[in-house]
C-alpha cells in the first residue's frame, strides 16, 4: 500500500506564499488558503525557500516558518511604510505626528503639575522659618 502523493508547489503557489507572508497572514492561515499541515509548510519551505531566505545555512540545518516570514515580510513591510509616508506628505497631520514620533525621536510636549501637601507639623516648621528669615532681613520664603 502507498502513502499519499508528496504535496509539490508550483511557481505560482510559491509565489502566492511570499504574497501571503507580505501582507502578514499568520502561520495558521497560511496553511488554510495553501491547504496544507504546519508539519507540510514547513518541509515545503525548506524544499523552495531554503536557498532564499538562508543562503549560508547548509540544507541540513532546517529553517522555521518564522525564518521565511521575516525574509518575505519585508517587502510588505516597506510598502506599509511607502504608504504612510504618502498620505504623511499629503497632509495628513495625525500620519506626520506618528512618523516623526517613530523615526525622528519626537515626543509631545505634556505639562506635568505636581501638587505638594504639607502636614500640620510641616507648615509649622516652614512658617518658623519663615518668621525667622524674615526678623534676619532675609526674603527667603520656602
Known amino acids: 500500500m502507498a502513502g ?3 504535496v509539490e508547489w508550483s511557481p505560482e503557489q510559491q509565489q502566492q506564499f511570499r504574497d501571503l507572508c507580505s501582507i502578514f497572514c499568520t502561520e495558521a492561515e497560511i496553511c488554510l488558503v495553501m491547504g496544507v499541515s504546519e508539519k507540510t509548510l514547513t518541509r515545503l519551505i ?3 525557500f531554503h536557498g532564499e531566505v538562508a543562503p549560508d545555512k547548509p540544507k541540513s540545518e532546517k529553517i522555521t516558518f518564522a525564518d521565511a516570514f521575516e525574509f518575505y515580510s519585508g517587502e510588505g513591510r516597506m510598502s ?3 504608504e504612510q509616508f504618502r498620505v504623511a506628505m499629503e497632509g495628513d497631520r495625525q500620519m ?6 517613530q523615526y525622528l525621536g519626537q515626543t509631545e ?3 506635568k503639575k505636581t501638587t505638594i501637601t504639607k502636614t500640620k507639623k510641616e507648615a509649622t516648621d516652614i512658617d518658623k522659618l519663615n518668621d525667622r ?3 534676619l532681613g532675609m526674603p527667603a520664603k520656602v
Open 133 to 135: 528669615a524674615s526678623k
Open 4 to 6: 499519499r502523493k508528496a
Open 96 to 101: 506626520l505626528l506618528w512618523l516623526g514620533k
Open 109 to 111: 510636549k505634556t505639562e
Open 80 to 82: 506599509l511604510r511607502r
Open 46 to 48: 525548506n524544499k523552495y
